[in-house]
């Protein structure tokens, strides 16, 4: 009598791999490879853009704007609050940049991103520098995933993340869709200066924005 093959069983994470760094340094889920992958909409959610427009986003806002960032493959993600990627059709509605051809994409729950190697593990020739600017992180002229502001081992990262902020409680008790207070990222201000710069790097391509009326709100 011939008996089972059990079924092979998923491989555990190095101590040494990238996927044990993300698990057990900042309790992040993780799908294995090759190659690891960040599951989005547990711990946090991904607006994701062209690397340009991304470099002028972080060269405007400034990096208390934002939480981690990473690039891949001319790709800019930045990591927002669990939850953001589904507010952001609604949030373009009400900024007044829906129907425009942006570019700019949200993963949330269900999704997954491409690790990055952890910080301090540098590979490749030299990539882009935190502000966007190539010239400060291995790897990424090659497409390779990397973090330009990597997330900080020992430290939640929610409190880190742009969120969506209440209505009614601006900044100094003002009426508006605005700070929640605390020095939380606004989710509206990085979302509007990402669809502005999306839309700046279109228009500066010369491509079509899919609408006749499209607003210029340069700013």
Do not use: N
């Amino acid at each position: 009598m011939a008996l089972p093959v059990p079924l092979p069983r998923a491989p555990l994470p190095s101590e040494g791999g990238s996927a044990f760094w993300y698990e057990h340094e900042l309790g992040w889920a993780t799908a294995a490879g090759p190659p690891v992958a960040l599951l989005t909409g547990l711990r946090f959610d991904v607006l994701e853009l062209p690397a340009d427009a991304g470099a002028a986003v972080l060269r405007r806002i400034g990096a208390a704007g934002t939480g981690p960032v990473a690039l891949a493959a001319g790709r800019m993600r930045l990591l927002v609050a669990a939850g953001g990627a589904d507010e952001l059709p609604g949030l373009l509605d009400w900024l007044e940049w829906g129907g425009v051809a942006l570019d700019l994409t949200a993963v949330g729950a269900g999704g997954r991103m491409t690790a990055p190697e952890p910080p301090g593990r540098p590979r490749g020739p030299t990539g882009a520098a935190p502000d966007g600017s190539f010239g400060g992180r291995p790897g990424a002229e090659q497409g390779a995933a990397v973090w330009l502001r990597p997330p900080e081992p020992g430290r939640e990262v929610e409190p880190t993340l742009p969120a969506l902020t209440h209505f009614g409680h601006g900044p100094g008790g003002s009426a508006g869709l605005g700070d929640r207070g605390g020095g939380v990222p606004d989710l509206v201000r990085l979302v509007d200066t990402a669809a502005t710069e999306c839309h700046r790097v279109r228009l500066l391509r010369g491509e079509s924005t899919g609408t006749k009326s499209q607003p210029l709100a340069f700013s």
